[in-house]
């Protein structure tokens, strides 16, 4: 968009939602697309730079912090930064040790990752929508999205690899045949080996369509709430400045509550399909 | 919303910060807490058995108390006993010593009486020899009538 001319309602809105999307287009070759069209047609073989860039500080930010805290851990009396962070990591140590019951030393550090690096790119959307974008601009970068959870490629990207994970601790845990009895003997199973043997597909496609919805949901929950919340806040933004408050500040304090709660659940899922891939039957 | 390369670059990421944090972040922090809980654990354990310690040593202090009254009461009686007792003694002696003093009082009074009457009794027969020879107007031979007026004056 043009800063020059003052876009109308609906061009700010499709603005806001674009990223910057860095590619190979068939006509114009290598470089940023300018608008959706140009994105869409970059295919798959194309990345959106912005969710990157703030996604990889975001989670550079958490290791950083944590690991500051980490290395000067006093099991005495502790300091204010080291006295938040036991606050979380307590939090989700307990989360983990009531619902997983396995012994893993993976899960407990993928829970608090999850939770904080989340919890950090939800809260980029009390960032007032326009702030960063319009500095983005002025040094010439045209579109720029700073939620990274609003972008589903990011919340795929998560909860793919979450469910590589389940697959290979059922894999591992209950051995290819468990897992494959697993999927194909529940719920439904008889005595008769006819009829068993009738049930079997049944199952499969029950198991199977639960199974590949785990990741599926786990994205679109996560992607679905802040892109919702984010829409919100661009609408907010097309009110006169005097009135834009009236509205923001409410909708940002309930954000609040949606941004921990939605990386929670991102959290408590994923501990609950860790455990259920480490449960042998 | 075009599904691209970015779930890869972010999944890519994630394995990262997943790999990091397990590495670098969560052991020392969980471990931290693992310790301050087993320090927190040990000083209430000692708490809990300096408070009993103090319990037994105040239970001591009365039993210890209990023995030093009774053997306070008990020297006190003792005390009490034995200044009776030296009172009475000492009555005892001061009424003999009173009596002893009393009697040698009367026998030295008795001698003296003796001894009194002795003199009265040669006064008196000197006295009466005198008398008896100037009734008489004669000598008396005191050594002659010596035998009677020893009668006379036994007689006193």
Same mark, same amino acid.
């Given at each position: 968009?043009?800063?020059?001319?003052?876009?109308?309602?609906?061009?700010?809105?499709?603005?806001?939602?674009?990223?910057?999307?860095?590619?190979?287009?068939?006509?114009?070759?290598?470089?940023?697309?300018?608008?959706?069209?140009?994105?869409?047609?970059?295919?798959?073989?194309?990345?959106?730079?912005?969710?990157?860039?703030?996604?990889?500080?975001?989670?550079?930010?958490?290791?950083?912090?944590?690991?500051?805290?980490?290395?000067?851990?006093?099991?005495?009396?502790?300091?204010?930064?080291?006295?938040?962070?036991e606050v979380i990591v307590e939090f989700v140590d307990t989360n983990v040790r009531d619902t997983f019951h396995a012994n893993?030393?993976?899960?407990?550090?993928?829970?608090?990752?999850?939770?904080?690096?989340?919890?950090l790119m939800n809260l980029m959307d009390l960032v007032p929508v326009d702030l960063v974008p319009r500095l983005g601009e002025?040094?010439?970068?045209?579109?720029?999205?700073?939620?990274?959870?609003?972008?589903?490629?990011?919340?795929?990207?998560?909860?793919?690899?979450?469910?590589?994970?389940?697959?290979?601790?059922?894999?591992?845990?209950?051995?290819?045949?468990?897992?494959?009895?697993?999927?194909?003997?529940?719920?439904?199973?008889?005595?008769?080996?006819?009829?068993?043997?009738?049930?079997?597909?049944?199952?499969?496609?029950?198991?199977?369509?639960?199974?590949?919805s785990k990741p599926i949901s786990l994205a679109l929950r996560l992607f679905g709430n802040m892109y919702a919340g984010e829409?919100?806040?661009?609408?907010?933004?097309?009110?006169?400045?005097?009135?834009?408050?009236?509205?923001?500040?409410?909708?940002?304090?309930?954000?609040?509550?949606?941004?921990?709660?939605?990386?929670?659940?991102?959290?408590?899922?994923?501990?609950?399909?860790?455990?259920?891939?480490?449960?042998?039957? | 919303?075009?599904?691209?390369?970015?779930?890869?670059?972010?999944?890519?990421?994630?394995?990262?910060?997943?790999?990091?944090?397990?590495?670098?972040?969560?052991?020392? /922090?969980?471990?931290? #807490?693992?310790?301050?809980?087993?320090?927190? =654990?040990?000083?209430? &354990?000692? @708490?809990? %058995?300096? !408070?009993?310690?103090?319990?037994?040593?105040?239970?001591? /202090?009365?039993?210890? #108390?209990?023995?030093?009254?009774?053997?306070? =009461?008990?020297?006190? &009686?003792? @005390?009490? %006993?034995? !200044?009776?007792?030296?009172?009475?003694?000492?009555?005892?002696?001061?009424?003999?010593?009173?009596?002893?003093?009393?009697?040698? =009082?009367?026998?030295?009074?008795?001698?003296?009486?003796?001894?009194?009457?002795?003199?009265?009794?040669?006064?008196?027969?000197?006295?009466?020899?005198?008398?008896?020879?100037?009734?008489?107007?004669?000598?008396?031979?005191?050594?002659?009538?010596?035998?009677?007026?020893?009668?006379?004056?036994?007689?006193?």
């Amino acid at each position: 968009m043009a800063s020059s001319e003052a876009p109308t309602s609906s061009e700010y809105i499709q603005h806001h939602l674009q990223n910057l999307v860095f590619g190979y287009h068939p006509e114009n070759g290598l470089g940023i697309a300018h608008g959706g069209d140009e994105a869409a047609a970059m295919g798959f073989w194309s990345i959106n730079l912005d969710s990157m860039f703030f996604s990889i500080v975001l989670g550079a930010f958490f290791i950083w912090l944590f690991k500051k805290a980490a290395d000067n851990f006093n099991a005495g009396v502790p300091g204010l930064l080291q006295s938040s962070v036991e606050v979380i990591v307590e939090f989700v140590d307990t989360n983990v040790r009531d619902t997983f019951h396995a012994n893993n030393p993976l899960i407990a550090p993928l829970a608090l990752t999850i939770f904080v690096w989340i919890f950090l790119m939800n809260l980029m959307d009390l960032v007032p929508v326009d702030l960063v974008p319009r500095l983005g601009e002025a040094i010439g970068i045209p579109y720029m999205k700073i939620v990274p959870s609003t972008d589903v490629n990011v919340t795929l990207g998560l909860s793919l690899s979450v469910f590589a994970l389940m697959i290979y601790y059922s894999f591992k845990v209950k051995g290819a045949s468990g897992f494959i009895k697993e999927l194909t003997l529940m719920p439904f199973s008889s005595g008769n080996p006819v009829l068993q043997a009738i049930l079997i597909p049944v199952n499969l496609l029950l198991e199977g369509v639960s199974l590949i919805s785990k990741p599926i949901s786990l994205a679109l929950r996560l992607f679905g709430n802040m892109y919702a919340g984010e829409l919100i806040f661009i609408l907010i933004a097309l009110l006169p400045f005097w009135a834009q408050w009236a509205l923001s500040v409410p909708w940002a304090i309930f954000h609040i509550l949606v941004i921990t709660l939605q990386a929670f659940i991102f959290m408590m899922l994923t501990i609950v399909y860790m455990a259920m891939s480490h449960e042998s039957h | 919303m075009n599904v691209n390369l970015t779930v890869l670059g972010q999944a890519i990421s994630f394995a990262v910060f997943v790999y990091f944090c397990m590495k670098y972040v969560w052991p020392p /922090i969980i471990n931290g #807490l693992r310790e301050r809980q087993a320090l927190i =654990a040990g000083g209430l &354990a000692d @708490a809990e %058995k300096s !408070s009993q310690k103090r319990e037994e040593a105040e239970a001591e /202090i009365a039993t210890m #108390l209990q023995d030093a009254k009774s053997q306070a =009461a008990e020297i006190v &009686a003792q @005390a009490q %006993k034995r !200044s009776n007792e030296i009172v009475e003694s000492s009555k005892d002696t001061a009424r003999s010593e009173g009596d002893r003093l009393k009697q040698s =009082a009367q026998a030295e009074i008795e001698q003296e009486i003796v001894g009194a009457k002795e003199g009265l009794r040669q006064q008196v027969g000197a006295l009466a020899v005198e008398g008896a020879r100037r009734i008489l107007g004669t000598e008396i031979d005191q050594n002659k009538h010596n035998s009677v007026i020893d009668d006379l004056v036994k007689q006193l």
